[in-house]
């Protein structure tokens, strides 16, 4: 029995202190499991067991009917996860799984698979989680097997001190807690949105608002810390459809990136920590491929273009370039605070404003 998952060689926790305990939360993006024995199998139970300095800490289990359905589903829903933009988008690659080979029951021939997408685990204990093992039983010819993986968890540290990519009180969203938002992408799982209210409190405030009447449109945005330019879009001026039938024209035309991202820009600082900035607007660059930048430049203006809601400044630090392969990673920053004036660094709650330096 073959395992591999996504991440390959670690998942990031982004444990927290509460009250005096932990609160872990990480998630696997995939998990397959082949059939590699030479002959048919029965899988009885998936386990996910998470342990903190080799304690036992809690179980989760996939078995019974609740197995029977998970692969059933799994074979019926995710086909469009092993090619194209899908499996890269919240993969990281293609390929992982082959649909061609997708098991519909428990009973498993020789090279079928299964497997389980995003799975979320939030945790509390004494201490933080660092590992998560992985048990597989199954039945061959009437005898028990187990088959187990070992991934350990790590609470990842930035290698270089950063600082807000745009200036003054700017509300966030669709950050890590958010699961169903970025956090179910690969390279977006830490991603953050970013706008700005107007003095009323409100991000809509009238019928038929333009990109002009948000209040974050045109604002500077900003290098989060030195580096070089190593890809970017400066002229997509199209603000693209949810619907893909509507976007794919534009993806044919334009390439994947614009008609997702719009205008964007990647720089590349030291230690391979790389960040991305989004939605940019149009003719607004002020760099280009192959140029250095300074902290604290400014480097485009916030737009609406691409799969964008709003005028908004989508950011996220990846370990790569490549938005659609790489992974994406938390990222702290020297120069913000919360409402209450108190400094922070990592924005660990959903829609809270901050106020950059």
């Known amino acids: 029995m073959q395992l591999s998952t996504i991440p390959k060689d670690s998942i990031i926790n982004m444990a927290e202190e509460n009250g005096g305990q932990v609160v872990s939360n990480f998630l696997l993006h995939g998990l397959k499991i082949k059939n590699d024995t030479g002959e048919n199998i029965i899988l009885k139970d998936i386990s996910f067991e998470l342990y903190s300095a080799g304690v036992a800490v809690k179980q989760v289990t996939y078995q019974g009917k609740y197995l029977d359905n998970a692969v059933e589903n799994f074979a019926e829903n ?18 992982f799984w082959n649909a061609e ?8 021939n020789e090279n079928q698979e299964t497997g389980i997408f ?3 685990f939030i945790t509390v204990h004494e201490s933080a989680i660092d590992e998560l093992r992985i048990k597989v039983a199954y039945d061959k010819f009437g005898e028990k097997h ?16 950063y600082i807000f990519p745009l200036k003054g009180s700017i509300s966030t969203c669709g950050h890590y807690k958010s699961l169903l938002d970025h956090r179910q992408h690969y390279s977006m799982e830490f ?10 409190q409100k991000l809509s405030y009238k019928e038929n608002m333009s990109k002009e009447d948000y209040v974050v449109y045109g604002k500077d945005v900003l290098a989060i810390a030195d580096g070089e330019v190593v890809d970017c879009y400066h002229s997509f001026e199209i603000t693209t459809s949810w619907n893909w039938s509507e976007r794919k024209p534009f993806i044919d035309q334009y390439g994947f990136m614009p008609a997702q991202c719009g205008n964007h820009i990647v720089l590349k600082h030291d230690n391979e920590e790389y960040s991305f900035y989004g939605h940019l607007a ?15 430049q400014v480097i485009a203006k916030v737009g609406h273009t691409g799969m964008s809601g709003c005028p908004h400044l989508h950011f996220q630090l990846m370990d790569g370039p490549d938005f659609l392969a790489d992974r994406g990673l938390p990222c702290s920053f020297s120069n913000i605070r919360n409402v209450d004036g108190d400094r922070i660094s990592l924005i660990e709650e959903e829609n809270i404003i901050v106020h950059a330096e």
Do not use: R
């Not at 149009?282 to 604290?296: H, Y």
């Open 101 to 108: 080979c997708f098991a519909k029951s428990v009973v498993m």
């Open 191 to 200: 991603a953050i949105d970013m706008a700005q209210y107007n003095v009323e």
């Open 78 to 95: 995710n086909g469009w996860l092993c090619k194209d933009i899908g499996a890269k988008l919240f993969l990281g690659e293609e390929d």
């Open 118 to 120: 995003n799975e979320y």
């Open 282 to 296: 149009t003719d607004s660059l002020t760099v280009k491929k192959g140029d250095k930048v300074k902290q604290g």
């Open 146 to 161: 187990v088959q187990e993986l070992s991934v350990p968890l790590v609470q990842y540290e930035n290698k270089n001190q």
